[in-house]
């Protein structure tokens, strides 16, 4: 992986810079012209309110919390959605029997699942676990069914011309090819976990990030508000980049594509020939000599 220039790294902090200041002047100014910026807290404000947060110990112990339930969440929802979306994309029985079905929950949100969550399991963390896992589950399926379902039939061929059986095609093709869609996924996943983590812990009653936000809502603390807010955005990116640089871990093997200011691509560098003895070099400067030659005299014919 290569190493961002210190040009980028300065650009993206201007970049965060320039958004905070830009919150702060229009909420120290009041403004209010369709947007109401007078009712946000200013960035001093919050900054006051995160660091008070930062000297207590409740907020480690709402950051632990949300952090275990979150991964816990996302282990099981990467696991059964791989395993789901594997068997939907390789089997037309499972495919007819669970398809349906999972389709009709998928557009279910997750605070919609807060009152099943209650109804069916008989604590709180296991409700917080089933809303965060059920949250990932299927941007991570959709995902793998569609990069299984992408792979071409050819290399599958080419396992069962060699003897392979259906646990060689398994290891050897559909999971080597299909991981860069499955990191997709993930990546998408461990996002709307996060996303829904206010409304998976507000029925825990205790601790966790998306608990302490809502409780600071409902007290009209909003520098508290904006705290959680920006710790959720933080484990979010911290999280989420976590699983994109494992996704290009495991997939080293696939071309890479450098970014080129202009859209232009990157020519390979040419590679000097070996010089071997003198007659072959000779025999070398001859035709290069004939284009320098044939050059000049198109460019005398060029100018007469």
């Known amino acids: 992986m290569t190493r961002l ?20 002047l229009l909420t120290s100014l009041n403004v209010d012209l369709w947007l109401r910026f007078s009712q946000f807290p ?10 008070g947060r930062l000297s207590g110990g409740d907020f480690w112990t709402d950051l632990t919390d949300s952090l275990t ?8 929802a990467a696991v059964l959605g791989v395993a789901m979306g594997v068997l939907l994309a390789r089997s037309r029985l499972a495919e007819d029997l669970l398809g349906p079905v999972l389709e009709v929950i998928r557009p279910i949100p997750a605070i919609a699942l807060v009152p099943v969550a209650i109804l069916l399991f008989p604590s709180d963390e296991q409700g917080i676990v089933f809303i965060t896992c059920t949250a990932a589950f299927f941007p991570v399926l959709v995902s793998t069914r569609h990069a299984v379902r992408a792979l071409t039939p050819v290399w599958e061929e080419a396992v069962r011309t060699m003897g392979g059986g259906r646990l060689r095609i398994l290891g050897s093709v559909v999971l080597p090819g299909a991981l860069p869609g499955i990191f997709g996924g993930l990546s998408v996943g461990i996002g709307v976990s996060w996303i829904c983590v206010i409304s998976a812990e507000m029925i825990s009653g205790q601790y966790g990030v998306g608990y302490r936000t809502w409780q600071d809502y409902t007290v009209v603390n909003y520098p508290g508000v904006f705290v959680g807010m920006v710790t959720i955005g933080i484990l979010g990116w911290v999280t989420s980049t976590a699983v994109e640089l494992l996704g290009r871990r495991l997939t080293r093997w696939l071309p890479r594509t450098s970014y080129v200011p202009g859209g232009r691509t990157r020519a390979p560098r040419p590679v000097a020939a070996p010089v071997r003895a003198d007659s072959d070099s000779k025999h070398q400067a001859q035709p290069e000599q004939q284009g320098q030659k044939d050059t000049e005299e198109a460019r005398d014919e060029h100018l007469v």
Do not use: C, E, N
């Open 5 to 24: 220039p210190l040009a980028r790294y300065a650009l993206r902090t201007a970049s965060l810079a320039a958004f905070l200041g830009l919150w702060q």
């Open 42 to 51: 200013t960035v001093t404000d919050v900054a006051r309110a995160f660091a």
């Open 69 to 76: 339930r979150i991964l816990t969440g996302f282990a099981l």
